[in-house]
C-alpha cells in the first residue's frame, strides 16, 4: 500500500470550472495533502488565529461540503488506476490522522 500513486479528483463548487486534481505518490501523501488542503482553508477564513484546531468531524465536514471528490489509486497487480469514492477517502483519512497521533 505504501508506493501507489494516486490521484485525488475535486470540484470545489458546482461549477465544473471548479474541478482540479492533485496527484501524489503514495495514499499517505494523499491523506497528508487533504488535510492540508482544509487547514489551508481554515487558515483562509480565521487569519488571525495562529493555532488552529479541528477534529475528524470538521474534515468530513469540509470534504462532504465539496461539490466532488475521489481517489484514483494505482494498482500494480492490475496495472490500472482503481477508483475510490468520498467515503473511502473519509475511511483513509481518519486512519491516517490515527496513526499519525500513535
Same mark, same amino acid.
Given at each position: 500500500?505504501?508506493n501507489? *500513486?494516486?490521484? /485525488?479528483l475535486?470540484?470545489? &463548487?458546482?461549477?465544473r470550472a471548479?474541478?482540479t486534481?492533485?496527484? !501524489?505518490?503514495?495514499?499517505? @501523501? ?7 488542503? #482544509? +487547514?489551508?482553508?481554515l487558515? +483562509? %477564513? =480565521?487569519?488571525?488565529?495562529? =493555532? /488552529?484546531?479541528?477534529? /475528524?468531524?470538521?474534515l !468530513?465536514?469540509? /470534504?462532504?461540503? %465539496?461539490?466532488?471528490m475521489?481517489?484514483? $489509486? #494505482?494498482? *500494480? &497487480? $492490475?496495472?490500472? !488506476?482503481?477508483p #475510490?469514492?468520498?467515503?473511502w477517502?473519509? @475511511?483513509?483519512?481518519? @486512519? *491516517? %490522522?490515527k496513526? %499519525?497521533?500513535?
Amino acid at each position: 500500500m505504501a508506493n501507489r *500513486h494516486t490521484i /485525488i479528483l475535486m470540484q470545489t &463548487s458546482q461549477s465544473r470550472a471548479s474541478r482540479t486534481f492533485m496527484d !501524489y505518490d503514495s495514499i499517505s @501523501q494523499a491523506m497528508d495533502g487533504i488535510c492540508g488542503l #482544509y +487547514e489551508r482553508k481554515l487558515k +483562509e %477564513l =480565521n487569519p488571525a488565529i495562529r =493555532n /488552529i484546531t479541528y477534529d /475528524i468531524a470538521d474534515l !468530513y465536514n469540509f /470534504i462532504d461540503g %465539496l461539490a466532488d471528490m475521489s481517489a484514483l $489509486v #494505482y494498482d *500494480h &497487480s $492490475v496495472r490500472a !488506476y482503481l477508483p #475510490y469514492d468520498r467515503q473511502w477517502i473519509k @475511511q483513509r483519512t481518519f @486512519q *491516517h %490522522l490515527k496513526k %499519525l497521533a500513535q
